[in-house]
């Protein structure tokens, strides 16, 4: 079945430095998703990409589509102690279905 | 409160016991997810129902694993003699899908531990 990798699994950063998790696929997405789970949390939608090369931006947050649209990126810029959490990427499956195959996560922690 | 709402936040249970969790989706909303997540892991997709139709079941989802949405609204998932391996975070999710777009809102899950 379909599958997607996500490195790093952990990143410990200094408040103020980048960060960037990455998701790879061996094929082709349709699109690819990023939710953000705090601890203890639940996952929160934070957006989708569809289109092939597409770069996304919300404030600190720049999410990207890769040309063959089998990566993505998730990169915050400066980091702050509110962006503690697991990043998961998702892509739903072919078909009418929009059940999601999520990444193993990328757990982000922010030293102040 | 208008998001996805779960009950209970936090079950224990004995093995061998039934559980039973309920979901309250988002009300316009006529897709309807379950996923279970495990410490470390993101959530692994069960089952979903578009309106009252189960349309898809994972194989995840043993015969001790039964979910239901008489009426198109909220959903149960029910699990007959529990396992330990059962432990986890049960996750509902609805959605309202428009052409390709489909956004899915996650509720804020059902801690079962299977003692």
């Known amino acids: 079945g379909q599958q997607v990798m996500q490195i790093p699994q952990y990143q410990h950063v200094q408040e103020g430095e980048d960060f960037t998790t990455y998701c790879n696929s061996s094929?082709?997405?349709?699109?690819i998703q990023w939710y953000k789970q705090r601890p203890g949390g639940h996952p929160v939608f934070l957006i989708q990409?569809?289109?092939?090369?597409e770069v996304k931006k919300q404030k600190r947050l720049t999410f990207q589509f890769g040309e063959a649209k089998k990566n993505s990126s998730l990169h915050i810029t400066a980091t702050q102690t509110t962006d503690v959490g697991t990043y998961f990427c998702?892509?739903?499956?072919?078909?009418?279905?929009?059940?999601?195959?999520f990444g193993q996560g990328t757990t982000l922690q922010v030293k102040p | 409160d208008t998001g996805v709402s779960q009950d209970p936040r936090h079950k224990i249970t004995k093995r061998g016991q039934n559980v039973t969790f309920r979901c309250d989706p988002i009300?316009?909303?006529?897709?309807l997810y379950w996923y279970r997540q495990t410490l470390g892991q993101g959530p692994e997709f069960l089952t979903y129902?578009?309106?009252?139709?189960?349309?898809?079941k994972s194989r995840l989802l043993s015969d001790r694993f039964s979910a239901e949405r008489p009426k198109g609204s909220f959903s149960t998932l029910e699990i007959q003699r529990t396992e330990q391996g059962d432990s986890a975070m049960y996750l509902c999710?609805?959605?309202?899908?428009?052409?390709?777009?489909?956004?899915?809102?996650f509720g804020p899950g059902t801690r079962l531990l299977v003692l």
């Open positions: 094929t082709t997405l349709s699109n």
């Open positions: 990409l569809v289109k092939s090369g």
């Open positions: 999710a609805s959605s309202f899908r428009r052409g390709l777009q489909e956004t899915q809102y």
């Open positions: 009300s316009e909303h006529n897709r």
């Open positions: 129902f578009q309106n009252e139709a189960q349309l898809e």
């Open positions: 998702a892509v739903s499956t072919s078909g009418n279905t929009g059940k999601l195959i």
